[in-house]
C-alpha cells in the first residue's frame, strides 16, 4: 500500500511518501527564514507560503519515489491541530488528489504522528510505552497501549518545553526559533566559569532556576521558569554577555530537561510501562535525548525516540499515521473539515 501525505499544519510545508511502513521519499520545505524577522510564525504569511511552496515539494517528492500520484493508494493530509489556514492547505491539496485518482483521503491528528514517530523503521511496530510529547505548540505526556488507544495524562498548563526555548532564545536575542539556537549556546562554552564538568560548554549550575510541578501529577508548567530566567537576564549586564550567554542558557536547558525526563519516568512508573517514547520538535535536543536515555537505562526501561529528521514537523509521520488508521479500516469523507484544536484522545 502507498500513502502520499502532506503536513502543513505550522511552517513547514512537507510532503511524503510511504510503502508498507517504508518512507520513499520525505522532503521538507521549511519556513524558517521567513519568519525570523518576526521572531515568530505569521500565520497570513505561512499559509500563503505553503500554497507557493507545495508543488515544488510534491513534485520533489514524486521525483524522488520514482511514481505519480495516479499510482497511490491513499492520500493523508494533517488536519488539526494547528493554524486553520495552513491545515486548509494541505487538505484541500490532498482531497483533491484523492478525489482526482479515486483513491481514499485519510484526516491525520499531527500529535498522532509525532506520537508514533519513534516507531518508523521499527520492525517490531508500535510498542506500548508512556510516551512524551515535546514540541513548539504542546508537551503531554500520553500512555500509548496501541495504534489509536491512548490516554492523554498530563499536559503543560501554560507554556510548551518548545515555546519556552523559543521564548529565552528571543529573550537572548538568538534568531528564531530559539529551540536549537539556546542549545548550540549551552554547548559553546564561553562560560566564565569554566565549572561545567560536562566537557566543555556553559555550566549548568551556574544559575538556579526553579524546576516547576516536580513530584507533582502529571501536569508541566514552564511560564515561571521562562519569567526567572528573564529576571535574571535583566540583573547580568549586557556588555558582559559573550560571558554568561553559555551559562545561562546550559542552567535554563538543564532545568527543562530535568523536569521532563522526571516526570516522564515518574508516569512510566506509575503507569507500569516497560518503555518509553519521545517525540517533537524539541526531542532533537541531545542533551535531552542523552538524558533520557540515561535515565531510561538506570531504570531498565526501553527507549523509542524519533530518528532526529523525524523530531520537527515532517510528512512521513503523517503518512505513517495514516498507514495505521487505513490498517483499522479508518478513512476520512472529502467534506470533513480542518480542526484547529484538534484532540489526540
Ligand atoms: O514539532 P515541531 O517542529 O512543531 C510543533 O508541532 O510545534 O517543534 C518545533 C519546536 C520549536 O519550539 C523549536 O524551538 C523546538 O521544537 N526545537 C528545539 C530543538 N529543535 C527544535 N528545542 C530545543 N532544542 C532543539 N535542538
Ligand atoms: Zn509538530
Redesign the pocket.
Same mark, same amino acid.
Given at each position: 500500500m502507498k500513502v502520499l501525505a502532506l503536513e502543513t499544519s !505550522?511552517d513547514?510545508t512537507a510532503v511524503a511518501i510511504l510503502q508498507d511502513g517504508v518512507v520513499l521519499a520525505s522532503e521538507v520545505a521549511s519556513q524558517i527564514l521567513l519568519h525570523r524577522p518576526f521572531g515568530g510564525v505569521v500565520p497570513e504569511l505561512a499559509s500563503r507560503s505553503h500554497l507557493t511552496a507545495l508543488r515544488p515539494t510534491l513534485d520533489a517528492a514524486l521525483a524522488t519515489s520514482g511514481l505519480e500520484i495516479h499510482a497511490m493508494d491513499a492520500f493523508a493530509a494533517t488536519s488539526g491541530p494547528g493554524l486553520a489556514s495552513s491545515l486548509l492547505v494541505g487538505n484541500t491539496a490532498a482531497k483533491a488528489m484523492a478525489l482526482a485518482a479515486g483513491k481514499p483521503f485519510v484526516a491525520v491528528n499531527?500529535m498522532e504522528g509525532?506520537l508514533l514517530s519513534p516507531f518508523l523503521g521499527n520492525p517490531e511496530g508500535v510498542r506500548p510505552c508512556l510516551s512524551l510529547i515535546v514540541? /513548539? %505548540?504542546?508537551t503531554m505526556l500520553v500512555a500509548l497501549h496501541a495504534p489509536g488507544r491512548y490516554a492523554i495524562l498530563g499536559r503543560t498548563r501554560d507554556d510548551a518545553a %518548545?515555546?519556552a526555548? $523559543?521564548k529565552v532564545g528571543k529573550m537572548l536575542g538568538l534568531p528564531y526559533?530559539? /529551540?536549537?539556537e &539556546?542549545?548550540k549556546a549551552a554547548a559553546a562554552g564561553s562560560s566564565s566559569s569554566g565549572s561545567s564538568g560536562s566537557g566543555g560548554g556553559g555550566d549548568p549550575t551556574a544559575f538556579a532556576f526553579p524546576r516547576s510541578m516536580l513530584g507533582t501529577g502529571h501536569e508541566f508548567s514552564f511560564s515561571g521558569l521562562k519569567t526567572a530566567v528573564l529576571y535574571q537576564v535583566q540583573k547580568l549586564d549586557p556588555a558582559e554577555r559573550s560571558s554568561w550567554l553559555s551559562d545561562v542558557c546550559a542552567s535554563f536547558q538543564q532545568a527543562v530537561v530535568d523536569v521532563l525526563v522526571q516526570k516522564t519516568l515518574a508516569a512510566a512508573r506509575e503507569q507500569g510501562f516497560a518503555a518509553v517514547g519521545m517525540s517533537?520538535? &524539541?526531542s !532533537?535536543?541531545r542533551f535531552l535525548r542523552q538524558s533520557l536515555a540515561d535515565a531510561c537505562k538506570d531504570a531498565g526501561l526501553k527507549l523509542f525516540v524519533a530518528a532526529p529528521e523525524l523530531?520537527? $514537523?515532517n510528512a512521513a509521520m503523517i503518512g505513517f499515521a495514516a498507514e495505521h488508521l487505513l490498517a483499522r479500516g479508518l478513512t476520512s469523507p472529502l467534506e470533513q473539515d480542518v480542526d484547529p484544536n484538534l484532540a489526540l484522545a
Open positions: !505550522c513547514e499531527h509525532h514540541s /513548539g %505548540g504542546h %518548545g515555546e526555548f $523559543d526559533p530559539g /529551540g536549537p &539556546v542549545e517533537g520538535g &524539541v !532533537c535536543n523530531t520537527t $514537523d
